[in-house]
């Protein structure tokens, strides 16, 4: 699929992702059967719908992290870029100067032009502030991951 053109018809794609739905297949049922194994017959269902109930929690929990972690990063990131953002600091005169000559450029009136380079200049630091906040979301799941493939190669058997 990664050589296909992105205008591809659709019967070339067909094939691709069959193979795909039959990959997961081969992945998939293996994996329930080694895991429930150690249960009997009849107590299956009852580890199948525990299983669902431990999976909805978990992408409840998951997810309420990362927005909970993000938020608290953008405010942070912001707090912080905010601090670099005043007139002592010689990058922002630059910079505010360049964006506000632009603007008295495009034909703006000085005084609007100075309050349309303050927002410009405002939305880069909330963009910036999320952009960070996204890469902390990220550094926290390599985290996780690291962590759970220690666990996962410490633990050697399922039984």
């Known amino acids: 699929m990664m050589h296909m053109p ?3 018809s659709m019967p070339w794609l067909i094939a691709p992702l069959v193979l ?15 895991t429930f194994r150690v249960f009997a017959i009849e107590e299956y269902n009852h580890g199948y719908r525990f299983k669902n ?18 938020q608290h990063r953008v405010a942070l990131h912001q707090t912080r870029l905010v601090e670099a953002v005043n007139p002592y600091n010689p990058e922002f005169q630059s910079a505010y100067e360049r964006l506000s000559s632009g603007f008295e ?55």
């Open 105 to 159: 450029g495009l034909g703006y009136a000085a005084g609007q032009a100075k309050s349309l380079a303050m927002v410009e200049m405002s939305r880069a630091v909330a963009q910036q502030a999320s952009f960070l906040s996204a890469l902390d979301g990220f550094y926290f799941l390599i985290g996780v991951a690291l962590v759970g493939g220690v666990i996962a190669f410490w633990q050697k058997q399922i039984d």
């Open 53 to 70: 109930i431990v999976k909805q929690l978990t992408y409840s929990f998951s997810t309420a992290t990362m927005i909970i972690l993000q």
């Open 20 to 34: 795909r739905g039959a990959l997961l297949l081969f992945i998939a049922l293996p994996v329930a059967n080694v």
């Open 6 to 8: 992105p205008d591809v």
